[in-house]
């Protein structure tokens, strides 16, 4: 509703305005509406930025869940799309029935491209239409759900090619089409490139304290050949203000170079009971990308000799996601969670916050009385991994509480049994100097003289994530920089344009407009961080 009903109303109040009560041809009725609903996709570019630009303040100010606010960026897109098509079809349509060829009309001919003449200005409107509606008919099969799921990577490249050239066309066919692309680009530059020049800067990645590799026995194994995805703990070190900045539930962004330069990937993030200063993601290998990772980080683990083995650089960044889960457990007297498998690891530290919450509140502020959890599990490695890191330090805590109780039940899915003496679920825990061990499923990794990796931190020009507005400056002086740049750049050059028989050629300034913008912020954010580095120092 938040998109589509401004959009049907300007759509329809623009019909209504250019055809109601006027004496015109067919052939120009059809032209303003057409128009109509090319004006219409227009304004939904306004929009299509803002919700996917992570560590934005609109996204804090407004606590909005990531996951909903991409409802807004999917739902504009197709208004875009939606209304690109029908502007364009209709178009061509009015050639057709005037006998006009669809190739001519869409290719200039070779004279225009040699020689600056306004009248080829149609041809080359068409043609960059036609490009821009190419690109975007590219990015709406990748965004098909069974393409995003299925080729995520194919999906997330054809984004990051064909935007760029859908929205560059959209500016060379419009003349006014600068005005509704800048506001939500510009503002998508001004919250990620900073953010994406920091983890550059960070490019050595995070500090890995433990990985632990929760592996079934061989004759788990060789039962379930077929299904076995074994889960990984990786526990990392960070910053005393990060872990105070963490909430339940959310989540971080994980890019490992040596396997994808490119894509990042979603991990629900843990606190580690009685360790302040780490971080924790479990995760099950069921993919390309974690069947790689895991992979990798079991080299790591099982690496024999005195040299401190090689790990794979692991760049995080975040946190992400809705922090509101904790509040919506203590609205409610009673609360029921089911969780799945590996899907238990939102909810880890959730119980542990609900306790301490219920804990602190006195009998009269306490509406929340009892909680109950139900999992549902078959790997027995998992289960026995998850009840001795959070579910027995959270028994021990609740023992004296007797006015609320927190209730775990697992339901344990699989045939397999635990017989004495044949074959039982192991967990090994060593240490990197334990080499000894036949097959080792955990390691500990001390940070050596030469170790450049950091401490997870949140990153310095994200929005929300200051304690005080000082904390919350560098990322407001990098946006106001990208932003305000942009946004006189494109009003100088407006102002300034030439008359109509240089404007094909003269729009392509608007275009440069903004990759000059990023190579500024880009350069300024770079000269920050070493003058940050300089001071750390």
Known sequence: CFILLP????????CHRKVYGKIQSSDDQVVHIANSFGTTASVALTILLLPVAKHSSLLKLCQWDPASAVRLHIWSGRVVIFGSFIHGGMHMMLWQRNGESLLNMILP??????????????????????????????????ALNWVRRKCYRAFYLTHVLAAPVALCMVVLHYNRAIFYVAPSLLFYMGTVIPVKMESWWKREGTRIHSVELLQQSPASR???????????????????????????????????????KLVSHPFTVNLVPFSPNHLRIIFRATGKFTHQLMNQLTSAVQEEGEKEPDLPTMQLSGFHGANVRLEQVLKHDAVVIVAGG??????????????????????????????????????????????????????????????????????????????????CPKRYSTTGHDAEAPLETARTFDASKDNKTLPFDTPLFASGFGDSWLRNLPSMFAFCIIAGL???????????????????TYRWAYVAVFPFVAVVAMMLMYLTLS???IGRA
């Open 7 to 14: 959009c049907i109303w300007y759509l329809m109040a623009s």
């Open 342 to 423: 590996i899907g238990i690891t939102p909810y880890l530290t959730l119980l542990h916050e609900v306790h301490e919450a219920l804990s602190t509140q006195s009998a009269d502020e306490r509406v929340t009385q009892r909680i109950i959890l139900h999992w549902i599990c078959r790997d027995q490695e998992l289960i026995d991994y998850v009840t001795e890191e959070y579910f027995e330090p959270l028994q021990a805590s609740c023992v004296s509480d007797d006015l609320f109780t927190i209730r775990i039940i697992v339901h344990k899915t699989s045939s397999r049994r635990c017989v004495e003496g044949k074959e």
């Open 531 to 533: 003058i940050i580095e």
């Open 486 to 504: 942009g946004t006189w750049l494109i009003y100088a050059l407006y102002v300034n344009r030439p008359s109509a028989e240089t404007e094909v």
């Open 109 to 142: 001919p070779l004279g225009c491209w040699l020689n600056d003449d306004t009248s080829c200005y149609p041809r080359f409107r068409n043609f960059t239409g036609f490009v821009g509606g190419v690109a975007l008919l590219v990015l709406a099969v990748s």
């Open 222 to 260: 060789q039962e379930d050949r077929r299904t076995c995805r074994p889960c990984v703990a990786l526990t990392f070190e960070a910053t005393p203000s990060a872990v105070q900045k963490y909430r339940a539930g959310q989540y971080v962004d994980l890019k490992v170079p040596s396997i994808n």
